[in-house]
């Protein structure tokens, strides 16, 4: 089987032609399915659905599913695809069955609705047992026609064909009904999704759930893309030189010996500070003998983790992500890799215009002076977010700062992002009406629009349509600064009023600051505000600024290249 090579340099090229071990499907003799299906699993309604697997080359493959019948011709290289018509949803189990020859494969209970892929780091793995509601939510979860499966962590050089399995029973790579039995691995954002999708649509929904803690985003782009990313040299070269290492080094072999002789050595080392009175070096981690080419790495998650499922019929994504662009000097690829993410995951699925719902990240650790709070890397990434959700067609952004109440990085009140995450596709994707009206659905609380300084006062209005019934939580007036011409933020006051037009704006001031130029809310590393609309969605974080952000222990600063 020819292997795809992408325009990396040269040395990268050998580097992984030296140092992976494919796991690219062999040619088959036996008739398969990927393991993305499965029984109890939800194909995508409305849509033709396409099914594929691997026989032996030239057999003859036979599909039956809801009335239809399907077949094709297992290519030279033993794969081969078949489309179904598109169906209508479907609440009554069937079972989809392949035949080649005398071979036979039946999935069971077989549901047809909404099929929706859940990415992202831990925010997004994190399942509904580690939630705040997990104690009333995982017993009383009774919802089988909400079916949801958790794929297996595979980071590759290359693309992969499939995933592996531990074994039919196994909670992560098989399909799961979310009922209390099953339901607690489930990703509680997903579910939360998923209830309100499945309430309000009335239709089964199926949860892909391929989210990795701790990635980047450009583990999930395309390698293509990264090569043409300027901001990437600096990672690529890295990972370049991690793999020349790891095949100077003897690959696998070379890493038992090393780690034999480095642990020779430590215990050596620990005898001797024992007799002391003193203690060693820490113990060598197995870990870090370990082939870099199937870890984490430029594209590495696509290959894996993406690419198994992107022949699979969806119907759009929500992607969580964006954490571990907020430590060091990450966040300096990021306006670059996360609109190469979108663009790139909609290229693999083949649908330019995939609807794409981006959760903005929260926040964690403690406020400090306000110099640091403005200059936090969380800031950048919400902000980079907010511009891709406005310059990227047929995406959205759904609010999280708020759901976040102890400081964690994890927080675990994952109800309202999932609910909000939901409100987006059922208005936007599935063009939902508010109740007892021909209006679209409100997905979203006010959005910035422009700021007028008159008389020490910032004025700030908000986009048509999203200030309707503009509020501050309770008559309070958190997360508001305001600066004058020395760039220097203070904490301010705010208020809502009516302006002579009808619509609703927000007066900010601080006595502190008598000639303001800037204006700013939520924005720190842990945000705090009660803004919001009539409906009691919160608003975006926004600044009325185009200052430079110079993130702490970072190099350089962030300079907004669209927005205000």
């Not at 290519?75 to 598109?86: F, R």
């Not at 909609?346 to 649908?351: E, G, K, L, S, Y």
Request: hydrophobic share 40%; proline share 6%; glycine share 10%.
């Amino acid at each position: 089987m020819l292997l795809k090579v992408y325009a990396f340099p040269a040395s990268f090229v050998l580097a992984i032609a030296a140092s992976a071990t494919l796991s690219m499907a062999a040619p088959a003799t036996d008739l398969r399915l990927p393991h993305i299906f499965g029984s109890g699993m939800v194909l995508q309604q409305g849509k033709p659905v396409t099914v594929w697997g691997w026989a032996k080359p030239a057999a003859q493959v036979t599909i039956q599913f809801a009335g239809q019948t399907k077949s094709a011709t297992a290519t030279a290289d033993s794969k081969w695809m078949v489309q179904l018509d598109a169906m209508n949803a479907s609440l009554t189990p069937g079972s989809l069955v392949v035949r080649a020859g005398d071979q036979k494969l039946t999935l069971d209970d077989v549901l047809i609705g909404e099929v929706w892929v859940c990415g992202g780091q831990s925010n997004m793995e994190l399942p509904l047992r580690s939630t705040v509601d997990a104690d009333i939510d995982l017993v009383a979860a009774d919802d089988p026609a909400i079916r949801f499966i958790r794929l297996p962590k595979v980071a590759h050089i290359e693309p992969q064909d499939d995933f592996p399995v531990e074994s039919a029973t196994n909670p992560v790579g098989n399909w799961r009904a979310a009922t209390a039995k099953q339901v607690e691995n489930c990703t509680g954002v997903g579910y939360y999704f998923a209830r309100r999708l499945h309430r309000n649509l009335k239709v089964p929904v199926g949860i892909i759930d391929n989210s990795w803690g701790g990635t980047l985003a450009h583990n999930w782009c395309a390698k293509k893309s990264l090569a043409g990313i300027p901001e990437m040299r600096e990672d690529i070269a890295a990972f370049e030189t991690k793999i020349k290492e790891w095949n100077d080094g003897g690959g696998e072999e070379g890493a038992k010996k090393r780690l034999a002789a480095d642990l020779a050595q430590w215990e050596k080392d620990n005898a001797a500070a024992t007799a002391k009175g003193g203690r060693a070096p820490g113990r060598p981690n197995p870990n870090n003998y370990t082939n870099p080419a199937l870890g984490h790495q430029p594209g590495g998650m696509f290959n894996g983790s993406l690419a198994p499922f992107t022949d699979m019929t969806i119907r759009g994504v929500l992607f969580y992500q964006g954490e571990n662009n907020a430590f060091g000097t990450s966040w300096k690829t990021y306006p670059r890799t996360l609109p190469a993410v979108i663009a790139d995951w909609r290229a693999a699925f083949d649908d330019p215009n995939l609807p794409f719902g981006i959760i903005q990240i929260a926040g964690w650790s403690t406020r400090r002076t306000m110099d640091y709070d403005m200059n936090h890397h969380c800031n950048v990434i919400r902000e980079v977010q907010f511009d891709v959700w406005q310059s990227t067609p047929n995406t959205g952004l759904v609010v999280t700062f708020d759901a976040n109440s102890d400081g964690n990085i994890h927080p675990g009140c994952k109800l309202p992002v999932g609910e909000r995450s939901a409100r987006w596709a059922l208005s936007q994707v599935h063009g939902a009406k508010a109740a007892g009206s021909n209006e679209p659905l409100e997905w979203h609380g006010p959005v910035y629009e422009a700021t007028e300084f008159v008389g020490g006062q910032a004025i700030v209005t908000f986009r048509k349509g999203s200030d309707q019934g503009l509020r501050l939580d309770k008559d309070t007036e958190l997360g508001f600064v305001v600066a004058g011409e020395d760039k220097v933020f203070h904490a301010a006051h705010a208020r809502t009023a009516q302006s002579k037009d009808k619509r609703m704006q927000l007066i900010v001031w601080s006595e502190k600051v008598p000639t303001p130029v800037a204006v700013r809310y939520a924005s720190s590393n842990l945000p705090v505000g009660g803004l919001m609309n009539g409906r009691e969605l919160p608003a975006f974080p926004f600044r009325s600024d185009n200052w430079p952000i110079t993130p702490h222990q970072s190099t350089g600063s962030y300079v907004r290249t669209q927005g205000n």
